[in-house]
């Protein structure tokens, strides 16, 4: 019986344990499966919280763009009447040579260069001033989501007027480059005497016989080269001095290389014609090369009523004289945005100076109809071909001034035919003004009204 007992008893005990094991492992499997279940939610979650960083991100992104193409484009936003309210403006990028200059528009002090404006659509005088300086005055067309770019060029108010040459000069000319000065001296021994060539690229002041950029290129030990007209070649290599010993007598003409000094010069006046022709040709086929690279249609329409009288340095602006009047035809669709075309004249009027930019196709009036121009390779001028002619106006080399000497003044006026200034009224020989290669300042022949002084070459300063 106690044998029967105790084994009842080890039976309920390994009952009780494997009941007890049992309830073990099925909890450990509904915990196992709980968990399995908590995964799959638990991964919805984070990629959806992935997906919500995605798309704001994204959403943030293309805002910010919206936001600075807007701004860029001119929108501002404004508080008008405690409501704040986005206006559509243009921009007006205002900048001047030198800095710091004080902007006034349409009369009111509001800014100084360089800077930026936004300012709604219509438009507006813009004047920049500088102490020492002379004032700039243009007119703008303000448009919405357009930026349009007001650059001044100041001159001083009295700008430095300096000595650069130590010695009388009789005449003087610059080479086609714009940047080699040949002028004769008469007022020395006859071995100093003669035709000399300034390198304007150099920095040697002031401009001295014997100094590495001036070279001597004859003399008038065989002839009187110190009373010759200079005239250039068309590539700038050699120069045509032409002398006449009387009025009545016919001239000689020698033929001298401008880089050194001609030891013999050459006598050309039996082939002078030939010469002459050679360089018409030059000249020609210069300008035709320069016409055909324009468009066809401005080709045809230049070949009817330019009569061109140079090219800017740059080759993207001809100065013209009107040969007939016409209407000039938009060239260019559609037409380059931000460009101001409150100066443009597209009704050309015979007799007219004009300036047409090419790449803008932009046209605009310089000088009034006048009839006294006169270039070397036209007949009918009264002057003798490729000799120095009266021609008032020249390129500075920015491409975007000229030169206008006029009434004894020398001045300066944009390409537009916008803010004609006078920069010297001052003693100065007629027409020989010259430009710095530079810009910097510009060369005149003056003795500054002493009669008892040969003229020398004085520098105008610019900057």
């Not at 044998?3 to 039976?11: G, P, R, V």
């Not at 070279?215 to 045509?240: R, Y």
């Not at 290389?257 to 022709?277: C, G, K, R, V, W």
Request: proline letters at 6%; a negative charge; one cysteine or more.
């Amino acid at each position: 019986m106690q044998e029967e007992k105790t084994n009842n008893n080890t039976l309920d005990t390994y009952n009780t344990n494997s009941y007890n094991t049992n309830s073990t492992i099925m909890k450990t499997s509904a915990e196992k499966s709980s968990i399995v279940d908590e995964k799959p939610d638990t991964q919805q979650r984070s990629v959806k919280k992935q997906v919500f960083i995605s798309l704001s991100v994204l959403i943030l992104i293309i805002l910010t763009t919206i936001l600075v193409i807007m701004y860029g484009k001119g929108y501002r936003l404004f508080v008008q009447h405690g409501e704040p309210t986005i206006s559509n403006t243009g921009i007006l990028n205002l900048s001047s040579d030198p800095t710091g200059a004080q902007v006034f528009i349409d009369g009111h002090l509001t800014t100084a260069t360089n800077n930026s404006l936004n300012l709604t659509p219509g438009k507006y005088s813009i004047t920049i001033v500088k102490d020492g300086y002379l004032p700039w005055k243009k007119d703008f067309e303000v448009q919405k989501e357009v930026v349009s770019n007001a650059g001044a060029t100041l001159y001083p108010q009295a700008p430095s007027l300096q000595s650069i040459s130590t010695f009388g000069i009789q005449s003087a000319i610059m080479d086609p480059t714009g940047t080699k000065l040949a002028f004769s001296i008469a007022s020395s021994s006859a071995h100093e005497n003669g035709i000399y060539v300034y390198d304007m690229t150099s920095r040697s002041f002031p401009i001295l016989a014997g100094q590495s950029s001036t070279t001597q290129i004859v003399d008038d030990t065989t002839d009187k080269f110190s009373q010759a007209k200079i005239t250039w070649s068309p590539d700038g290599t050699q120069i045509l001095a032409t002398i006449a010993q009387t009025p009545d007598e016919p001239p000689t003409y020698y033929l001298l290389t401008a880089e050194s000094f001609n030891q013999t010069p050459q006598d050309i006046t039996a082939i002078y014609q030939n010469t002459l022709t050679l360089w018409q040709q030059q000249r020609k086929d210069k300008e035709d090369a320069q016409i055909k690279s324009l468009k066809p249609n401005v080709q045809k329409f230049a070949k009817n009523y330019f009569r061109i009288l140079s090219w800017s340095p740059d080759d993207n602006s001809i100065l013209y004289q009107a040969s007939a009047s016409a209407s000039m035809p938009v060239f260019q669709k559609p037409r380059l945005i931000g460009d101001n075309y409150l100066y443009e004249q597209r009704v050309v009027e015979k007799g007219g100076i004009y300036v047409y930019n090419i790449a803008e196709d932009y046209n605009t009036r310089i000088l009034e109809p006048i009839s006294n121009i006169c270039t070397a390779d036209d007949p009918t001028c009264n002057c003798e071909d490729f000799t120095t002619c009266e021609m008032p106006l020249t390129w500075l080399p920015d491409s975007t001034h000229l030169l206008y000497v006029n009434d004894k003044k020398i001045n300066v006026i944009e390409d537009d035919g916008s803010n004609m200034t006078t920069l010297y009224a001052g003693p100065f020989v007629d027409h020989f003004v010259f430009p710095w290669p530079d810009g910097s300042k510009i060369v005149i022949l003056t003795n500054l009204n002493s009669p008892n002084l040969p003229p020398t070459l004085y520098s105008i300063g610019l900057k």
